[in-house]
């Protein structure tokens, strides 16, 4: 049994950007010797998110902060704004609807996403942020 563990460091925006961390994981899959196995993948933060999704402009640039926003609109009434008195309240909704986290199975040493398919980080905070993303990989060698 092999058991890695790594951290994906990335710098966003904020504002729902999305991130490709499809590569990097990936790669560390490939370099952990794990053929047959599970990724799991956590970002630390409670206003980031991991999901997959067609990494492409429209849906990247546009339809998935345009479909967060009817969820949690920015410009909506939260309590948490009004108990810590900051602006992420709506932050805290979508990424808690997305999720923090990802188990993927690994197959013949790589995850076996779709061609259209690729595992992203959604940071949906009001502010630049450095971001950790933990990754563990377990499984057997081939």
Same mark, same amino acid.
């Given at each position: 049994?092999?058991?890695?563990?790594?951290?994906?460091?990335?710098?966003?925006?904020?504002?729902?950007?999305?991130?490709?961390?499809?590569?990097?994981?990936?790669?560390? @899959?490939?370099?952990?010797?794990? +053929?047959?196995?599970? #990724?799991?993948?956590? /970002?630390?933060?409670? &206003?980031?998110?991991?999901?997959?999704?067609?990494?492409?402009?429209?849906?990247?640039?546009?339809?998935?902060?345009?479909?967060?926003?009817?969820?949690?609109?920015?410009?909506?009434?939260?309590?948490?704004?009004?108990?810590?008195?900051?602006?992420?309240?709506?932050?805290?909704?979508?990424?808690? @609807?997305?999720?923090?986290?990802? +188990?993927?199975?690994? #197959?013949?040493?790589? /995850?076996?996403?779709? &061609?259209?398919?690729?595992?992203?980080?959604?940071?949906?905070?009001?502010?630049?942020?450095?971001?950790?993303?933990?990754?563990?990989?377990?499984?057997?060698?081939?």
């Amino acid at each position: 049994m092999i058991v890695k563990h790594l951290a994906i460091r990335r710098t966003t925006e904020g504002n729902d950007q999305i991130l490709d961390l499809t590569a990097a994981v990936q790669g560390a @899959v490939a370099d952990s010797g794990v +053929a047959t196995g599970q #990724a799991s993948l956590l /970002v630390q933060g409670s &206003t980031a998110a991991l999901t997959t999704l067609e990494y492409e402009p429209g849906l990247v640039g546009n339809d998935v902060a345009r479909a967060l926003e009817r969820l949690a609109p920015r410009d909506g009434r939260y309590l948490h704004e009004e108990t810590w008195h900051d602006d992420n309240g709506h932050s805290h909704i979508r990424a808690s @609807v997305i999720g923090p986290s990802l +188990a993927l199975p690994i #197959a013949g040493g790589r /995850v076996p996403l779709g &061609t259209w398919q690729q595992i992203v980080l959604v940071d949906s905070d009001t502010r630049p942020r450095d971001r950790t993303i933990h990754l563990t990989i377990v499984g057997a060698a081939g």
